[in-house]
């Protein structure tokens, strides 16, 4: 389901297996785990990198195992629940203490673009893969912190109608002209991977504080940390 | 500590002298006393205020190791830039930083406060260093960069990644205004801008009002700080 591996300074968060990687409770329970270990273990220099195998990074929530509950209630309830369940992944990502990196291997939808769009620096492929919510084509409403990592993290309103209310399937290229990912200039899956891990070890070369820099982390999205309680846990001083 | 020159309708404020120009109790005074002055000239609601820097530095930041030799003046310090950058931000005239030299933390901080940066291209930097010498930054640094700085993905290079901003970075990022060759240039262009801004005629006292208006998520930041308050209101407005 999910894997945590060590390369040096690197931590490698893998969602391994050829499948949608869709978030369930229990996959959301194994990351979320796998997060905590890492932060555990994290040093001076630490960085993570999370990638997928595969044609998705992720395809967000688990819809199937919602409908699966057999009545209209049923599935709103395990909707309820994964929505509750899955932010926080989403704070332990944005109180990590060390630098963390998105290695976009295919598509990352709703929940799936939410984690990713969770990390410092996002990078995906260029030849395959696109950004999606699909909410708006789902009848689906967006979560209350769904709605407040759109404004904390894409700057325009153009880009930020394109994926909410257009719902557009956004390919890599578009991705970095709106301002969404960091970089495209990859044409493999090994190209995003080596990419983000040169990336990872110039940034653990800084050998930063992780208590620090999660602090400064919090203070750049305060609106968006306020909704995920989380707080600096360092007193800001001059 | 810093001097301040009149040229028509130019106050020319310099942060003097070859150092650093640490952002120390004393030199945030020296600065303070100089707006004061500004405020208080008859025509100084159709000015423009230039200020810059003698030397290598426009500002290294606070001054870090009186800190260390006295906890207290951390708090001193913080405070009287929270109340000097308030009182920049309420200033009735147009603001422009001629960035002359390297800008960190409270320094790059104190460029910003002003409506327009100009720096030079040949050397130097803006640099929020406090993520690589071990400090948070504060809320307040961090209501000014997200109001000055447009992109996520910028403000996340300035703060998270503290990254050395040229020019060249500072024009692409939205941060710096324009460019030039050598801090000579920069000052020229400095005062090329301000007496273009003074021609246009605009009332200093409306203008101070809107820059509060649209700058009012930094102030509420800031916190309210009665002394400048205060003086604020007495500096005699027009209203």
Same mark, same amino acid.
């Given at each position: 389901?999910? =894997?945590?591996? $060590? ?6 968060? =893998? ?11 229990? =996959? ?22 999370? =990638? ?18 057999? @009545? ?41 673009? #939410? ?8 990078? #995906? ?11 708006? !084509? ?5 979560? !209350? ?23 557009? $399937? ?23 991977? !080596? ?25 750049? %999205? ?17 | ?30 600065? /303070?006393?100089?707006? /004061? ?15 810059? @820097?003698?030397? $290598? ?58 409506? %327009? ?14 993520? !690589? ?14 109001? $000055? ?20 970075? +500072? ?10 060759? @050598? ?5 020229? +262009? ?30 509420? /930041? ?9 003086? #604020? ?7």
């Amino acid at each position: 389901m999910c =894997t945590l591996e $060590k390369r040096g300074d690197l931590f490698l968060l =893998t969602l391994t297996g050829d499948d949608e990687h869709r978030f369930h409770p229990d =996959t959301i329970s194994s990351v979320l785990s796998l997060l905590e270990q890492a932060k555990s273990q994290s040093t001076r220099g630490s960085v993570l990198i999370t =990638t997928a195998h595969g044609k998705f990074f992720s395809n967000g929530f688990d819809l199937a195992w919602a409908q699966a509950a057999g @009545s209209q209630t049923g599935a709103v309830n395990r909707m309820h629940q994964m929505v509750e369940s899955f932010k926080p992944v989403i704070a332990a990502l944005f109180d990590l203490p060390m630098p963390t990196i998105a290695a976009l291997n295919g598509h990352a939808a709703a929940s799936g673009l #939410m984690f990713a769009l969770s990390h410092d620096y996002v990078f #995906m492929r260029n030849d395959r893969g696109v950004l999606y919510m699909s909410e708006v !084509d789902l009848g689906l409403p967006l979560p !209350d912190y769904f709605a407040a990592m759109f404004a904390a993290k894409i700057g325009t309103s153009i880009a930020r109608r394109e994926l909410l209310l257009s719902g557009k $399937k956004i390919k890599g290229e578009e991705a970095v002209a709106l301002g969404i990912v960091d970089s495209a200039a990859h044409d493999s899956v090994e190209g995003v991977v !080596d990419a983000t891990v040169s990336l990872g070890q110039s940034l653990a070369a800084k050998k930063w504080n992780g208590e620090v820099y999660a602090s400064i982390r919090k203070s750049l %999205y305060p609106g968006l940390c306020a909704m995920l309680s989380l707080t600096a846990k360092i007193a800001a001083s001059p | 500590m810093c001097t301040l020159e009149k040229r028509g309708q130019l106050f020319l404020l310099k942060l003097a002298g070859d150092g650093e120009h640490r952002l120390n109790p004393t030199l945030l005074d020296s600065i /303070t006393s100089a707006i /004061t002055q500004i405020r208080s000239d008859p025509s100084s609601s159709q000015s423009v205020l230039i200020t810059t @820097s003698d030397g $290598k530095f426009f500002s290294n930041g606070y001054d870090l190791a009186l800190a260390d030799s006295d906890p207290s003046l951390r708090v001193v310090m913080d405070s009287k830039l929270r109340s000097l950058v308030a009182d920049l931000i309420s200033l009735p005239m147009p603001t422009i930083a001629a960035v002359t030299g390297h800008a960190s933390a409270a320094g790059f901080v104190l460029a910003m406060s002003h409506d %327009y940066v100009l720096m030079r291209r040949d050397r130097g930097f803006l640099y929020m260093s406090e993520l !690589d010498i071990e400090l948070v930054i504060p809320p307040w640094f961090a209501a000014m960069i997200r109001m $000055k700085i447009g992109s996520p993905a910028a403000r996340r290079d300035v703060m998270l990644t503290a990254e050395k901003v040229t020019a060249e970075r +500072g024009l692409e990022m939205g941060i710096v205004d324009s460019s030039y060759g @050598s801090a000579a240039e920069t000052v020229e +262009g400095a005062v090329k801008l301000g007496e273009e801004l003074v021609r246009r005629g605009v009332d200093g006292h409306v203008y101070g009002g809107m820059r509060e208006a649209l700058l009012k998520q930094v102030l509420h /930041t800031i916190g309210s700080n009665e002394s400048v308050s205060n003086r #604020m209101r007495n500096s005699g407005s027009k209203l």
